[in-house]
């Protein structure tokens, strides 16, 4: 009885062993660098491992998994599986959390950048797969689950867009980073900077911070020269006052599907909320993403009589408080000025 035992015994060793050491291909020496999400189940991976090749279809992972204990004790993170692995050397790596240190990139967006172009930029940076979905914040950025995790920043905001409030800086991002990741990097920068500024400036304004960042954004885009940003705040507010339109060129090329680099007359006519040469106020939403200094300016204005400008070659602006002054400014300018 106990010889019939240990031959059993043996068998189920010999048996046991060799599963442990069967690989899915053991001439195949690449490595295949893959990512075990968080709370993953031991069916979800085998299925992960089996679709890149890295098990045999029928291996006996998850049984093995259980037996052994590591199924409770897998770690998520970016692995380094090759297909020459065998199945302990699989089980092993998951189980002490072998992962790779993930490679980091540095990306840099200006004062000033849209949703769309840091897409662009995530795009250029190697990050090609979040680009996409990144520029897609544009319309549907402000989730349920993100407006209450921010309630302080979004409680009064009805806008689903993030345009605005991700704030302009240079980041480190992993190769896999998620765009939900990004965004919450970029917002806690946001309210690492802006929020603490905010509290202090809010009874100077009787706009709201959602306000205040659109107005912040058309001056983004219009001041070339940081001491000039105030002024042209100035000119907007001024405006506001008069009951006039913003008509800030910006906004039309935001409006627009295919925005040229000039904006030209025919193009004034666009119906959108964005349109300030058609529509009073301020636009429904910030333009782009502005730095601090913007927003400081949209909240401490210059006092000036001034209504228009024109910009130089050199970037900077000739201010003039009537359109007959501002007439003769052009006149005095490049062949085709931008003036507002």
């Not at 490679?103 to 949703?115: A, L, R, Y």
């Not at 001056?219 to 042209?232: D, F, G, M, V």
């Not at 008509?247 to 006519?269: G, H, M």
Request: charged share 20%; proline share 6%; with cysteine.
């Amino acid at each position: 009885m106990i010889k019939y035992l240990l031959l059993v015994l043996g068998i189920f060793i010999l048996v046991f062993s060799s599963i442990l050491m069967q690989a899915s291909d053991p001439s195949h020496h690449s490595q295949i660098e893959i990512e075990i999400i968080k709370g993953s189940s031991a069916a979800a991976i085998q299925s992960l491992l089996e679709n890149r090749n890295i098990l045999k279809e029928g291996s006996g992972f998850v049984f093995l998994a259980r037996v052994l204990g590591v199924a409770k004790s897998i770690q998520a993170g970016l692995y380094n599986f090759s297909p020459s692995d065998p199945l302990y050397v699989i089980l092993w790596k998951l189980r002490y959390g072998k992962i790779l240190t993930p490679q980091q990139s540095k990306v840099t967006f200006p004062e000033g950048t849209s949703i769309y172009k840091m897409g662009l930029i995530l795009k250029d940076r190697g990050l090609t797969e979040e680009a996409v979905k990144f520029q897609g914040l544009v319309n549907e950025g402000i989730t349920e689950k993100l407006r209450k995790k921010h309630w302080t920043l979004f409680k009064y905001i009805s806008s689903e867009s993030l345009e605005g409030y991700l704030y302009p800086d240079t980041y480190l991002f992993f190769k896999q980073e998620t765009v939900e990741s990004i965004v919450e990097k970029m917002l806690a920068r946001f309210e690492e900077l802006v929020l603490p500024f905010w509290e202090k400036a809010r009874p100077a304004t009787s706009y709201s911070l959602h306000e205040i960042l659109t107005l912040a954004s058309i001056i983004e885009k219009e001041a070339q020269l940081p001491a000039e940003r105030p002024i042209i705040a100035s000119v907007f507010y001024n405006r506001l006052k008069a009951g006039m339109p913003l008509a800030a060129d910006p906004t039309i090329k935001y409006a627009l599907e295919r925005p040229t680099k000039r904006v030209y007359l025919d193009q004034l006519s666009i119906d959108s909320l964005f349109n300030t040469y058609k529509r009073k106020g301020l636009p429904p939403g910030p333009i782009c993403n502005p730095g601090i200094e913007s927003i400081k300016a949209a909240v401490y204005p210059a006092t000036t009589n001034y209504f228009f400008f024109v910009a130089r070659a050199n970037g900077s602006h000739i201010f003039s408080k009537t359109w007959q002054e501002h007439q003769r400014a052009r006149q005095t300018t490049s062949p085709h000025p931008s003036s507002h």
